[in-house]
């Protein structure tokens, strides 16, 4: 028994077919649809798709990672404090391990001009008298005969004629500042070519208040160098005593013009880039950044936490490859904050970030299985609020959701594609031979009485037959 007796597909004579216009165009587009629903298709099963379920949070670990990176524009480092607390009560007041503390200036903190060290920091910022425990005086001492005080009027230009110059930037209501100024009264009897190259001034922050705010004094006492009118990079944060203050203006006397001018401010804000990691515990809790310091008095109304949240989020950071399977509204959710600013409109404000925190899992198929990545989403709403008379601050709050969301690929097996991919392109080809036979048959009845092809080649061979 031969193979083709059984033959299913079996074919008709070429030259029994004949081919007309309308199929050809006909099959032009058939094969342009055939050739875009495999290609849809096809890239439909490589890319696969995402299932969503949500189920109860049993995540058990103690603990949980909080990445930030957080740029604040108006706040030195040297007063910037980060503090961590907890539904338990626990409290971590300036937390400096895993911190690390970056000073920028700019309008949109733009320029670094260099890591800032906390261990620079410490009890020699308090004048001796109150590291002593000798009170600070009820009231401002009288002004030295050795002091010349500047307003508003005459500031810039009376700088601009000093080639160096040491200005105390101090208020009456602050104990600080009142312990200070006897010490800044003596450093001043100093003053002179053979002692100290150097002119000491005062400004009287309540009197000359647009001053100190074009100034950016943020805290009291500020005591600040200026070379030919230019403020100093850093302001002076060693010990307040007469022999400490004047090694530091002979240090900066020192210095060669050309290396004093590049110590010069690029700005005229202070600002302050923190960022690290903190590990909290796994309850609702905050971490915030205020302006706090064991030597210095804030005023609310010139305290300023505008910032830029350059990144949040919580957990390990999610490796490329499980981020590019993440879809894209998920990916949104997993740090919304990023690259966000948030400005004061007014003096004294305070911003707080209230952030819910939910688990995700990625599930991941594998070779031998499935992988599952934990990681986390948040929803976040922000807002500001007058703190005065507090210190302004800047607070991240957050709270674990009770539920967690699971999501994994949903691609379908091999076997489902090839048979889509059949129905699909024999559908549409049997489709486009069902409509060429109608157009055939619509044309063929427009022309009814005239001689096929097939027919006239009949006739022709017909009575060749007959003669036979």
């Not at 005229?268 to 706090?292: D, M, Q, Y």
């Not at 350059?310 to 990916?331: E, K, T």
Request: with cysteine.
């Amino acid at each position: 028994m031969k193979l083709s007796a059984i033959d299913l597909f079996r074919k008709v004579p070429r030259d029994l077919t004949h081919g007309t216009s309308h199929g050809g165009v006909l099959s032009v587009l058939a094969l342009a649809l055939l050739g875009i629903l495999f290609f849809f298709e096809t890239w439909t099963y490589l890319a696969g798709s995402t299932a969503t379920s949500i189920i109860l949070d049993d995540n058990a670990d103690a603990r949980l990672q909080v990445n930030f990176a957080v740029s604040f524009l108006e706040l030195p480092c040297s007063f910037a404090t980060v503090e961590v607390w907890d539904y338990f009560g626990n409290n971590r007041l300036d937390v400096t391990a895993d911190v690390v503390k970056t000073r920028i200036a700019g309008r949109h903190g733009e320029y670094v001009t260099g890591e800032y060290a906390d261990s620079a920091a410490g009890t020699g910022h308090v004048e001796p008298r109150v590291a002593a425990g000798i009170p600070a005086p009820q009231d401002m001492p009288a002004p030295s005969t050795h002091l010349e005080t500047l307003g508003s009027g005459e500031f810039e230009a009376r700088l601009a004629r000093e080639p160096l110059a040491f200005v105390a930037f101090l208020v009456n209501w602050c104990g600080f500042c009142r312990s200070l100024a006897p010490t800044w009264a003596s450093l001043a009897s100093q003053v002179g070519p053979r002692h100290l190259p150097v002119k000491l001034f005062v400004v009287d922050c309540v009197a000359s208040e647009a001053l100190c705010a074009k100034q950016r004094i943020r805290g009291y006492p500020t005591m600040r160098l200026f070379h030919n009118g230019a403020p100093s990079e850093s302001d002076y944060a060693g010990e307040r005593s007469v022999d400490a203050l004047s090694a530091y203006v002979r240090q900066n006397a020192n210095l060669p013009a050309e290396v004093r001018a590049s110590t010069v401010r690029l700005a005229a804000n202070e600002g302050c880039s923190i960022s690290g990691t903190l590990w909290v515990h796994r309850v609702p809790g905050a971490f915030h950044v205020i302006a706090k310091s064991d030597a210095h008095t804030f005023d609310a109304a010139n305290t300023n936490t505008s910032h830029i949240v350059r990144h949040l989020s919580f957990g390990a950071p999610l490796s490329p490859s499980v981020m590019h399977r993440v879809p894209r509204d998920v990916a949104a959710a997993i740090h919304p904050l990023d690259g966000r600013s948030f400005v004061n409109t007014v003096g004294a404000q305070s911003h707080e970030h209230y952030i819910k925190v939910v688990s995700t899992h990625y599930r991941t198929g594998t070779l031998v299985g499935t992988r599952d990545v934990l990681g986390y989403q948040q929803s976040v709403s922000s807002m500001k609020f007058d703190a005065a008379p507090a210190v302004p601050e800047a607070k991240f709050s957050y709270d674990l959701s009770p539920t967690a969301v699971v999501i994994q690929q949903a691609g379908r097996r091999w076997y489902d594609f090839l048979t889509n991919l059949v129905a699909i392109l024999g559908g549409a080809f049997t489709v486009f031979g069902l409509l060429d036979g109608a157009v055939y048959r619509l044309r063929k009845g427009n022309r009814r009485g005239a001689t096929s092809p097939l027919s006239a080649a009949a006739s022709v061979k017909s009575p060749q037959g007959r003669s036979m």
